[in-house]
């Protein structure tokens, strides 16, 4: 069976970083692109940054030049590395593996960005 796993998040003051990872395990066959999403409380769920398979990336304009989206092929792991980090980046930040026919959805993992 198929398991995402977000983890990395925590509570970080306005200006920090954060790394978050997503593990994924399990065979998935087909993948077209992983994304990050957040979601944070009377929000609605925003897109943050996606990688394609051939590594092409996208990002929020939200995001731009303070996040990175990146993957390990050989780990089968998913990090957004988040610096700069504001109080509108609190969320719930979930991991998307998205294939041909379905999506696979981690748990998500809380990052809140506070004085």
């Known amino acids: 069976q198929v398991q995402v796993v977000e983890s990395g998040g925590g509570l970080v003051q306005p200006g920090g970083s954060l790394r978050l990872s997503c593990a994924a395990s399990?065979?998935?066959?087909?993948?077209?692109?992983m994304d990050w999403y957040r979601q944070a409380p009377g929000k609605q769920r925003e897109l943050v940054a996606v990688?394609?398979?051939?590594?092409?990336?996208v990002y929020a304009d939200s995001v731009k030049g303070r996040f990175t989206i990146s993957r390990d092929n050989t780990k089968n792991t998913m990090y957004l590395q988040m610096n700069s980090l504001r109080p509108e980046d609190t969320a719930v930040y979930h991991c998307?593996?998205?294939?041909?026919?379905?999506?696979?959805w981690g748990q998500g993992t809380q990052v809140t960005v506070s004085s």
């Open positions: 990688i394609t398979i051939d590594g092409s990336t």
């Open positions: 399990g065979s998935i066959f087909g993948v077209i692109a």
């Open positions: 998307n593996i998205r294939t041909y026919s379905i999506a696979y």
